[in-house]
């Protein structure tokens, strides 16, 4: 009888379905193998990627690699578009992200809903919330803390601005050239 549970429990083990997350995975398309909506580790993807969670390297060519929730390196070329948070570094294209970021999102166009710290580098960072640091051609934010750019706009700047234009709603004047600071 022993022998019979035992059996019975090795092959429970072997038909069990594996844990939800992968440390591997190509996407192309709406095709991902393996099919797991978790990746904690390596994914790459061409012209589309798609997941809940990716922890680790995840690169994309010519891609809109999408995912809810990133943690690491993300390298894409193309867009990289974000649901809910992410923290590391994410160069690409194009960066959407419409939930809270921390660490440093590099890209040519970047929308950002919240950065609470780290970098928004581009030609383009345009902020619905706060951003904690833009480095810019044109740097658009709601709140901010630190712009340095040719164009810099905020409603709210919290420490100062360097540029060649400075526009912030609470600044010492609203539109000054070279810095802006908020008025006290």
């Known amino acids: 009888m022993k022998r019979v549970v035992l059996v019975l429990l090795l092959v429970a083990g072997w038909v069990a379905p594996a844990p939800a997350e992968t440390g591997f995975q190509f996407a192309a398309g709406t095709t991902r193998v393996p099919d797991d909506p978790h990746v904690d580790g390596f994914r790459i993807s061409f012209f589309h990627g798609e997941n809940e969670r990716m ?20 390298t894409i070329f193309g867009v990289s578009r974000t649901t809910g ?14 939930g809270e970021a921390s ?10 809903k919240t950065l609470k710290s780290g970098l928004n580098l581009g030609f383009i960072n345009v902020t619905e919330g706060f951003s904690s640091m ?4 044109i740097g658009v934010s709601d709140r901010s803390n630190v ?7 905020t409603k709210k700047i919290e420490n100062f601005q360097f540029g060649f234009v400075n526009i912030a709603e609470n600044g010492f004047l609203p539109v000054f050239p070279i810095f802006n600071v908020p008025k006290q």
């Open 147 to 153: 712009q340095v750019g040719f164009i810099n706009v």
């Open 134 to 137: 833009d480095l810019s051609g």
């Open 85 to 98: 948070t992410s923290s590391g570094l994410n160069a690409a294209f194009m960066i959407v992200h419409e």
């Open 55 to 74: 922890n680790g390297f995840d690169f994309g060519i010519l891609s809109l690699s999408s995912t809810r929730d990133r943690s690491g390196l993300a």
């Open 103 to 112: 660490g440093v999102n590099a890209g040519f166009l970047n929308f950002v």
